[in-house]
């Protein structure tokens, strides 16, 4: 009896077209293997019109529409949480193609993508579960879209706005009213990214745990905090624009004053291949450029 042809889902940035051929590398070898190769519709249409590229696919689907045994990202990390949201709780492995430098989620180069996916074909790989949170709206506002991110949701002032007051709990504790341009919760996986630039640790994958981090505070003592995956982080704003943005994974929304959020663990994790004998701290050195001497 034959052995199962493999599908795969095809996610990837209509922004960089110099990077075709790591695009090319993948498909050439999805189609020696006999895969079923499905395409997103927006990323077809740029390989094909604008890219001019041949491209063999078994399908092409739009929103969640597709059923896999593994998705692709090509790009960088923010292709990557697009793909990771458009899978949600469907569970499909993913792999994150990068079209530029490393990345932390985005992590196979282009010159290890035959290998990488020859991993995948002999089932010599690890698949890391890694937290996902949710955002729900009561009031005026509902999330419209995916209310899932892999690395943060974040509380934001609007742009003309001065700074806004998040009444701020814990579980139904009271932790603060902060008085600042926002406030980040995110995941050990989103503590590299706009949290840190806002001053939070970074968190190693699998912690079990969320990170407070405000944005621009009024006040200098207040400092991000670590709490437990399973809190639930619950905050009403006060706006003098009467408005504000949540932001999920960087996918803003308006929410209007008075709304009542809460932000906790999602029921399902994103599920990310690693090949063995990939190292996070390598790979967090490598990225920080940590004992790098740059004189």
């Given at each position: 009896?034959?052995?199962?042809?493999?599908?795969?889902?095809?996610?990837?940035?209509?922004?960089?077209?110099?990077?075709?051929?790591?695009?090319?590398?993948?498909?050439?070898?999805?189609?020696?293997?006999?895969?079923?190769?499905?395409?997103?519709?927006?990323?077809?249409?740029?390989?094909?019109?604008d890219l001019h590229i041949d491209v063999h696919a078994d399908s092409v689907f739009d929103d969640d529409n597709f059923d896999v045994d593994f998705v692709i990202s090509m790009g960088g990390d923010g292709t990557f949480l697009k793909a990771a949201s458009r899978v949600g709780a469907k569970g499909f492995p993913i792999m994150g193609v990068n079209m530029g430098r490393l990345g932390f989620l985005a992590d196979v180069g282009?010159?290890?993508?035959?290998?990488?996916?020859?991993?995948?074909?002999?089932?010599?790989?690890?698949?890391?579960?890694?937290?996902?949170?949710?955002?729900?709206?009561?009031?005026?506002?509902?999330?419209?879209?995916?209310?899932?991110?892999?690395?943060?949701?974040?509380?934001?002032?609007?742009?003309?706005?001065?700074?806004?007051?998040?009444?701020?709990?814990?579980?139904?504790?009271?932790?603060?009213?902060?008085?600042?341009?926002?406030?980040?919760?995110?995941?050990?996986?989103?503590?590299?990214?706009?949290?840190?630039?806002?001053?939070?640790?970074?968190?190693?994958?699998?912690?079990?745990?969320?990170?407070?981090?405000?944005?621009?505070?009024?006040?200098?003592?207040?400092?991000?905090?670590?709490?437990?995956?399973?809190?639930?982080?619950?905050?009403?704003?006060?706006?003098?624009?009467?408005?504000?943005?949540?932001?999920?994974?960087?996918?803003?929304?308006?929410?209007?004053?008075?709304?009542?959020?809460?932000?906790?663990?999602?029921?399902?994790?994103?599920?990310?291949?690693?090949?063995?004998?990939?190292?996070?701290?390598?790979?967090?050195?490598?990225?920080?450029?940590?004992?790098?001497?740059?004189?």
């Amino acid at each position: 009896m034959a052995p199962r042809k493999l599908r795969f889902a095809i996610f990837g940035n209509i922004y960089q077209a110099k990077k075709s051929a790591s695009i090319q590398k993948v498909l050439s070898f999805l189609s020696e293997r006999k895969a079923q190769v499905c395409v997103d519709k927006e990323f077809h249409h740029f390989l094909t019109k604008d890219l001019h590229i041949d491209v063999h696919a078994d399908s092409v689907f739009d929103d969640d529409n597709f059923d896999v045994d593994f998705v692709i990202s090509m790009g960088g990390d923010g292709t990557f949480l697009k793909a990771a949201s458009r899978v949600g709780a469907k569970g499909f492995p993913i792999m994150g193609v990068n079209m530029g430098r490393l990345g932390f989620l985005a992590d196979v180069g282009p010159s290890e993508i035959e290998a990488a996916l020859e991993a995948v074909y002999r089932n010599d790989y690890k698949v890391e579960d890694h937290s996902v949170i949710v955002v729900t709206a009561q009031g005026e506002s509902t999330i419209a879209g995916c209310p899932f991110a892999l690395n943060d949701i974040a509380v934001l002032k609007r742009d003309n706005a001065s700074m806004i007051s998040i009444r701020t709990s814990i579980n139904g504790e009271h932790l603060i009213t902060y008085q600042a341009d926002g406030l980040i919760v995110c995941t050990p996986t989103g503590s590299t990214a706009y949290s840190l630039s806002n001053g939070g640790p970074i968190i190693a994958p699998q912690s079990g745990v969320l990170c407070l981090s405000p944005v621009a505070p009024h006040s200098l003592n207040v400092r991000p905090i670590v709490v437990p995956d399973d809190a639930v982080v619950t905050m009403s704003v006060e706006s003098r624009s009467h408005q504000f943005l949540v932001a999920i994974d960087g996918r803003s929304e308006k929410c209007a004053e008075g709304t009542l959020l809460t932000i906790q663990k999602a029921p399902f994790a994103a599920k990310i291949i690693k090949r063995h004998g990939q190292k996070y701290f390598h790979t967090l050195k490598e990225k920080m450029m940590w004992g790098a001497d740059t004189r």
